[in-house]
């Protein structure tokens, strides 16, 4: 039996192709439901494990962190509750939201990653820890190009030199920001995107987020955003003082230029054709560059 005819056995609609989504195939049904299922021939492995990502929403099901519902499972796909709200990045997507509303949702998001990693980890799951995120990256790192990562040689051997003792593990979203958090008004309505979770070390969720608090870790792509709190704001909404913070904040920079460089690659080499990418070197320089004066700080 083909996908849409267990959805439409199941969930008693067609699907219809949900613009945006990222990890596996993304489907809503009725507008009540999402799908997301393995594509055909493709592994159920890191973004296509969509079970994974079930499992972990139905963790949270009934927490302080707001998430999806899980509607129903099978060996390939699973469905949840279309949330209502809207996703923006003040600094790096096209919006008409108010710096003040920006600022509200930037507020309410570091309280909310509080509260996820309040929730505590998910249970069997492999503990992730800073080396192993420096490790990791640094691979992505080093299959960039050289001339598209200036200084990344530098940055990697900082890291590398004082690696922080990991926290107690948590539940790591892996990708937190503004947007990947549903909003209505100011109430943060869902968290979604879980494609990359882990247990690991919860100062890796906050270096992520801070950066897309200032549109200047972008150059020629982000927008300035009035009002937006700094890092210092946002870690004092967080609620908890955390040590070795410069290393994290560091490390999401680096990933981030390595992401970036990744992508830029692929679109040279022709795997993966969308010409914006070539707007990537001034901030794979910045963040490059920003995150050795971190660490020199």
Do not use: C
């Not at 039996?1 to 192709?17: K, P, T």
């Not at 507008?31 to 994974?52: C, E, H, I, S, T």
């Not at 570091?110 to 820890?129: F, I, K, M, W, Y």
């Amino acid at each position: 039996m083909s996908l849409a005819e267990q959805v439409r056995e199941r969930l008693g609609g067609e699907l219809e192709v949900l613009p945006g989504g990222h990890s596996g195939l993304t489907y809503t049904v009725k507008n009540k439901y999402v799908v997301k299922a393995v594509p055909p021939g493709q592994k159920p492995v890191g973004r296509n494990d969509v079970l994974r990502q079930a499992r972990v929403l139905q963790a949270l099901a009934g927490s302080a962190v707001p998430v999806p519902g899980v509607i129903a499972t099978d060996e390939t796909w699973f469905a949840m509750e279309f949330a209502d709200g809207e996703a923006f990045e003040p600094v790096l997507d096209d919006h008409d939201l108010s710096p003040e509303l920006a600022r509200t949702r930037m507020l309410e998001a570091a309280s909310l990653l509080r509260r996820l990693h309040d929730a505590g980890p998910v249970p069997g799951e492999p503990r992730a820890t800073a080396a192993g995120e420096l490790e990791r990256w640094s691979r992505t790192m080093h299959a960039v190009p050289a001339e598209l990562r200036p200084g990344a040689e530098d940055l990697l051997e900082l890291l590398a030199e004082d690696v922080p003792d990991d926290l107690p593990p948590v539940l790591v979203h892996g990708d937190f920001r503004l947007g990947n958090i549903l909003f209505a008004g100011t109430r943060a309505t869902a968290v979604v995107d879980w494609e990359i979770w882990s247990t690991g070390d919860p100062r890796t969720d906050l270096g992520w987020f801070l950066l897309f608090a200032d549109h200047r870790n972008f150059p020629a792509l982000g927008t300035p955003v009035p009002g937006l709190p700094t890092e210092a704001e946002l870690l004092d909404e967080y609620g908890r003082a955390l040590p070795e913070m410069a290393w994290f904040r560091a490390l999401g920079r680096m990933k981030m230029a390595a992401i970036m460089g990744h992508n830029l690659r692929r679109h040279r080499e022709g795997k993966h054709h969308d010409p914006d990418q070539e707007r990537l070197p001034p901030t794979i320089a910045a963040m490059i560059r920003s995150a050795v004066d971190i660490l020199r700080s």
